[in-house]
């Protein structure tokens, strides 16, 4: 193929675009990643993509994140059927008096699950929904607040699925010696600008000293008025997760609640943090907790744990179709075209914040909050070194990056099981997240321009 140039960027505008007028993402990554195997493979578009699509499917991580999703919406539709979920909202709300008391203890349920986003997307959605729906707080709010303590609360706690991935990075890349990974994380976590100024802010809105803004103006103001709280397009995604309903005759205890969270936690970090691992564990011990107790009849049971993996069949269909666009913007060559194009403007006090801004753009077009940074971090590390740049600082700023499109992306993982979990689309969840990350960007960039010439 002859040198693009900027029609490297045509599949992923395509896809934006797309999204924005039809708000289906399925169907507009889908289009956008044909575009790209057009121009990649001409004629053979049809074989490219499916070669694509299976190389997509047989990828370690891909497998992982469908088992990891798929069997986390089992473990809540056991907690939904046996009426636990019910039971954690019943006590919770003694200790609730308002809108904003409910919000706050959201967030603060988000800071304690820092072991992993997909962990707090998921099961803070899905606990805090009907305690929400009480005090008339839009499902889009919720959304906003349950992802703005995912990705950037375990982006920078050093116990967390993140920091030993990027730690892994930081030593394959010769940032740091053998076995000083970790440690090497946690010297950027104070520069992860972007992380701290999304977990901040939340506070902030929920207290009214940042306002409703947009999108998520319209939204408080129809919860607020009407008592809808659910979005009128997300009808089928309130269907999917009412799908599962506690069963009738079933006292609720929010024992099992406890076992199932503590449990997953507990043994996600004695695994060494993977999180997989803590679910076979945690859905093993709630299964036969359920079932010792008579609370449901084992074929109940194993009913339930298959009803609630289909629960996650749509937003797993956007995540696999956001992997196969990622698997043609790395054929085009699109993230090392973007860095060349903007390294002529580089200097060793712009890296860190031209890095951020460039690298937190990729991210949110490409939905890929990892697996872009594997093949961008030896190039960063390079330029740091080059320009004699803070190495710390800029890693940082990188990681930040990450994380600014996990939170902001409509299609990246986080997103779309926030979304899922918290009953909005995908879409609805975005737009009215984008003012608050776009803030929260801004504070970042400064942030680094400061840094850098400090």
Known sequence: MA????????????VLILAVVTHRPIESLVIGSLVGMGMVHGTGLIAGFADASLRVMMDETVAWVILVCGFMGSLIALLVRTGATRAFTDTMTRYVRSRKSALFLTWFLGLTMFVDDYLNSLAVGSAMRNLTDKYKVSREMLAYVVDSTAAPVSVIIPLSTWAVFFGGLLVANGVAPEGEGISTYIKAIPYM????????????TISGVVPAVGAMRKAEQRASQTGQTVPPDAEHIEQANQSVQPKEGVTPHVSVFVLAMLSLIVFTLYFDLDFLRGIYVSLGAT???IIGSRTLAMHDTFDTVIDGFKTMIEPLGVLVAAFILKDVND???MTPYVIQTIQPYMSAETLPAIIFVTMALV?????SNWGVFVIVLPIVVALASNLQADMILTIGATLSASTFGSHACFYSDATVLTAQASGCTSFQHAITQIPYASIAAVIAVIGYLLLGYS
């Open 363 to 367: 991210s949110f077009a490409t939905g």
């Open 331 to 333: 054929q085009l060559g």
């Open 3 to 14: 040198d693009p140039g900027a029609t490297i960027l045509l599949p992923t505008l395509i």
């Open 287 to 289: 299964a036969i907790y």
């Open 193 to 204: 600008l972007y992380a701290w100024a999304a977990v901040l802010l939340v506070p902030l």
